[in-house]
Nanobody, 121 residues
Framework: QVQPVESGGGLVQPGGSLRLSCTDS????????MNWYRQAPGKQRELVAS???????NYADSVKGRFTISRDNTRNTVDLQTNSPKPEDTAVYYC???????????????WGQGTQVTVSS
């Protein structure tokens, strides 16, 4: 049963470092796309970064150059890291694991429950 679990959230100061990790009971390599989303209060959930099974990455403009998404096969995690968090990064961050259907373009999404990240002095 797929149940992504996020960790690493909490309070971080601007200029500090942050690493969020997402793992699953199964192999993270089972999934075609691994995403990090976030949702700030009063705002819609937005895609922050994604990484494909092949290692291709994409980033939202707001985090491009500051955030890095990666896979750690040893730890079986999908990580989202930044060494330059900003207050506007404050949000609940969600791990999303997507699995493409072999039979068509449909996707199956698996969501974690989210982890709160607060960037503040």
């Amino acid at each position: 049963q797929v149940q992504p679990v996020e960790s690493g959230g909490g309070l971080v100061q601007p200029g500090g470092s942050l690493r969020l990790s997402c793992t699953d009971s199964g192999s993270i390599l089972n999934f075609d796309i691994m995403n990090w989303y976030r949702q700030a209060p009063g705002k819609q959930r937005e895609l922050v970064a994604s990484i494909t099974k092949s290692g291709s990455t994409n980033y939202a403009d707001s985090v491009k150059g500051r955030f890095t998404i990666s896979r750690d096969n040893t730890r079986n995690t999908v990580d989202l890291q930044t060494n330059s968090p900003k207050p506007e990064d404050t949000a609940v961050y969600y791990c999303n694991l997507r699995l493409r259907s072999y039979y068509g373009p449909a996707w199956t999404d698996y969501w974690g429950q989210g982890t709160q990240v607060t960037v503040s002095s």
